[in-house]
């Protein structure tokens, strides 16, 4: 086995990043990491991109630990997220998201290609026996190497070293038996640079002014706290979640397409990073709980790719449901269905709360922002009556649909970023209010497809963060152009329509539970884009630096924003990006940015 580092050459390091390509990649990133766990000079966070052509097998993940005792214990979160691991780019986050790996399956030429940030060691586990090859792996390799990037391979001929040269690499074979075969990057000229920097305004402090304490606000917070930055937290409300956010109750689960298009697979790496998150920071059966989706294919919509392009791995994300789960929801046996079993069903306004409180944010509630300028090299928060709110080096406008006014006020002759409003109001109730017939029926798991129906959510409480009896949720309407978060009485009525198509049988035993004087309702104000994606990242580099947008989630902020706040802190910090770069580049909220016309 190679080494996936030199000991001690990530000292005084704030990351690590090691790219391993080829054989035995798994044990040396184990390796690696426990490497981490035990040096007391370790940096703040380690990365290992790992690129293979196939993803082992769970049970080969499972027999690292018994053939490897002392990484027992680090073999078995890694078998936990060992899952739906198809060809294309998976984050997996450990140790807080102090470690993480970065699965890229397929061909290593093109993987190659999806990385875009330097790296400081590589492991190349078999040296190519193809002259041509060689020169091209070298290549590809020295496009993603600093000066002093260390690389280690098999035994490799003597004329490959004017390869190594040619590629900018100064080759060190071994002096004894048994000794690794490196090279160190030292090229004898100045490289001309295409990797992805750090975005953080040079010379300034890790310093931001996050605003909105929502999903998407308080994901941005977690994920730049960290890392090692200050962040102030600006919001109206006077809790998490005041807004969409505060949700009661909401799912996490997958969009599948026929062409696994774009937001299927951003989908995908969204609920991924939800799920993990959720692992680590919410109380299993209280504020989350990884139960699994039953998506009821209503008049057939939303079919799975076909057998040869959704592999075993893609069938552990979402597969046909079988005549088990269908008679469980109380389908008819004929019923469509599909089954996401990395879905679950989350509280929204636990995890906003939970991400700030661990995030340890300066946060400020009854905070209204009206207005948003530019003091170079400062972003600063003004409230209504002009005064000054916060002040700081990198702003990031999380704030729902209050986001377009913020920006239509820097850009009066054109709305930056296109939101518009969605409202949507859910139907709900106590568990215990129902007659026999109905809770007998009440599926064990959460069912999707024409609107959602969770039980056994806990209700909201009285007081705030406090919980009521267990209960039932269904919704949510969609009302576009409306601006405003009403209750509407008629919306529960269009709720039990909803639920006659998503859960026939059960529509009739529940009618009583929608009658105005017994049942309970919440709305909120969602905002979108046109094109169905959110807007991530900087708006505008050259014309606004330092500001960031997160907004447009739609109704997908559970599954989206933490992988949108993972995104942000890694263009700000450097960083490998949790998706790849191709499919990153849509989530872009510079793809909204005004055109650039010539004097």
Request: charge should be neutral.
């Amino acid at each position: 086995m190679l080494a996936p580092f030199v000991p001690g050459a990530w000292q005084g390091q704030r990351h690590w990043h090691a790219l391993g390509i080829g054989s035995g990649q798994v044990l040396n990133f184990l390796t690696a990491w426990q490497a981490w766990l035990n040096d007391a000079e370790r940096p703040q966070r380690l990365f290992f991109s790992l690129l293979t052509p196939h993803a082992l097998a769970a049970s080969d993940i499972a027999q690292l630990g018994d053939l490897h005792p002392s990484l027992k214990d680090l073999v078995n979160p890694l078998e936990l997220g060992w899952r739906g691991l198809l060809h294309g780019v998976h984050r997996l986050v450990f140790e807080a998201g102090h470690v993480q790996l970065t699965l890229c399956i397929g061909p290593s030429d093109k993987l190659l290609r999806e990385i875009d940030v330097a790296v400081d060691h590589i492991t190349l586990a078999d040296w190519p026996a193809d002259g041509d090859t060689a020169m091209h792996t070298l290549k590809a390799l020295s496009r993603l190497c600093r000066p002093g990037t260390r690389l280690m391979t098999g035994p490799y001929p003597d004329k490959a070293r004017q390869t190594f040269q040619q590629c900018g690499f100064d080759a060190q074979p071994p002096r004894d038996t048994g000794e690794p075969w490196q090279a160190v990057y030292a090229p004898n000229w100045t490289p001309r640079s295409r990797q992805r920097s750090a975005q953080r305004p040079t010379g300034q402090a890790r310093q931001a002014l996050v605003l909105g304490a929502g999903l998407s606000g308080s994901a941005t917070a977690y994920s730049l706290a960290q890392r090692g930055w200050q962040v102030h937290v600006l919001d109206a409300g006077a809790a998490p979640g005041a807004g969409a956010s505060g949700l009661p109750a909401g799912l996490t689960a997958p969009h599948v397409s026929p062409d696994d298009n774009v937001l299927s697979r951003i989908t995908r790496a969204g609920v991924r990073a939800t799920v993990q998150r959720a692992t680590q920071l919410l109380k299993n059966g209280v504020d989350w709980a990884p139960t699994g989706v039953l998506e009821h294919r209503v008049e057939g919509k939303r079919s799975l790719p076909g057998s040869e392009a959704w592999p075993a791995s893609g069938h552990e994300w979402s597969t046909p449901a079988g005549k088990a789960l269908i008679a469980q929801a109380g389908l008819p046996e004929q019923a469509q269905a599909l089954w996401h079993s990395l879905g679950a069903w989350l509280r929204p306004r636990a995890l906003a709360h939970a991400q700030l409180q661990a995030s340890g944010a300066d946060v400020h509630w009854h905070t209204h922002v009206a207005r948003v300028v530019r003091e170079d090299p400062f972003w600063v928060a003004l409230g209504a009556h002009g005064q000054e709110l916060g002040r700081a080096p990198v702003l990031v406008i999380a704030g729902g649909y209050d986001t377009r006014a913020l920006l239509q006020d820097l850009s009066p002759e054109q709305a930056p970023l296109p939101l518009n409003p969605l409202r949507g109001q859910i139907s709900m109730g106590p568990l215990s209010a129902l007659p026999d017939k109905a809770v007998r029926q009440l599926p064990p798991f959460p069912v999707n497809g024409h609107g959602s129906f969770i039980t056994g959510v806990p209700l909201p409480g009285e007081a705030a963060n406090a919980l009521g009896e267990p209960g039932w949720y269904l919704g949510s309407t969609f009302e576009r152009s409306c601006k405003e978060a009403l209750l509407r009485d008629q919306d529960h009525a269009a709720n039990h329509a909803r639920l006659a198509a998503l859960l026939p049988d059960l529509s009739g035993p529940m009618q009583n539970a929608f009658a105005l004087d017994q049942v309970k309702g919440w709305a909120g104000l969602r905002c979108t884009l046109p094109d169905r994606v959110p807007a991530v990242g900087a708006l505008d580099a050259l014309r606004w630096p330092g500001l960031y947008v997160c907004a447009g989630m739609g109704a997908r902020g559970i599954s989206l924003s933490v992988l949108a706040g993972e995104m942000i802190a890694a263009h700000l910090e450097g960083e490998s990006l949790p998706l790849a770069p191709t499919l990153a580049q849509h989530l872009a909220a510079a793809r909204f940015a005004a055109p650039v016309h010539p004097d």
